[in-house]
T-cell receptor, first 114, second 115 residues
């Protein structure tokens, strides 16, 4: 089956610190990979995506590279802000038998202090 | 583009009541929508895949008769929690995809509280 494992939180950082949230996956087939962000009381928003090996997704200063050899899709940001405090979900999607199957990690809470 | 609207955002009702949650794709057609339940401490559980014009595909362990899903049009899917009880209290989120190879776009969720 498919699975996504991401580091447990909360991750607590000071403003302008470097962020890494690890994500690894197992999948049957060739998945697309995603990072979503959820702010308190809201639904999930797509942060970035990558659809094939070595693709780098980027948005709002966040980056993640699709590493097929290590089955990883780690999220990074060079300098976090207080406004980045949220829960981050790593996810994959595969199409099997004509059906799209999404799989999410458990989420990692990020807390950024001024 | 790719906006998904979910309604209501918050509902409080008595035990035994049935509650309907709507999920609409506002600017695209979605043949497939997804319903999730989010538990405390963030974990997101896929409940079912809603297919326009056909029956929903439920994940293992999800009661079909408890969580009724109807996908009557290409822009609307509904989740009805029948005879809701306090243990059904949760945050329910829907999503839809614009097309093949595209990511999911999520609604803002519905906070359901059963008294």
């Amino acid at each position: 089956g498919n699975s996504v494992t991401q580091m447990e939180g909360p991750v607590t950082l000071s403003e302008e610190a470097f962020l890494t949230i690890n994500c690894t996956y197992t999948a049957t087939g060739y998945p697309s990979l995603f990072w979503y962000v959820q702010y308190p009381g809201e639904g999930l928003q797509l942060l970035l995506k990558a659809t094939k090996a070595d693709d780098k997704g980027s948005n709002k200063g966040f980056e993640a590279t699709y590493r097929k050899e290590t089955t990883s899709f780690h999220l990074e940001k060079g300098s976090v802000q207080v406004s980045d405090s949220a829960v981050y979900f790593c996810a994959l999607g595969v199409t099997e038998g004509g059906s799209y199957i999404p799989t999410f990690g458990r989420g990692t809470s990020l807390i950024v202090h001024p | 583009g790719a906006v998904v609207s979910q309604h209501p955002s918050w509902v409080i009702c008595k035990s035994g009541t049935s509650v309907k949650i709507e999920c609409r794709s506002l600017d695209f057609q979605a043949t497939t929508m997804f319903w999730y339940r989010q538990f405390p401490k963030q974990s997101l559980m896929l409940m079912a895949t809603s297919n326009e014009g056909s029956k929903a595909t439920y994940e293992q362990g999800v009661e079909k008769d408890k969580f009724l899903i109807n996908h009557a049009s290409l822009t609307l899917s509904t989740l009805t929690v029948t005879s809701a009880h306090p243990e059904d209290s949760s945050f329910y989120i829907c999503s839809a995809r614009v097309g093949v190879g595209q990511p999911q776009h999520f609604g803002d969720g519905t906070r359901l509280s059963i008294l």
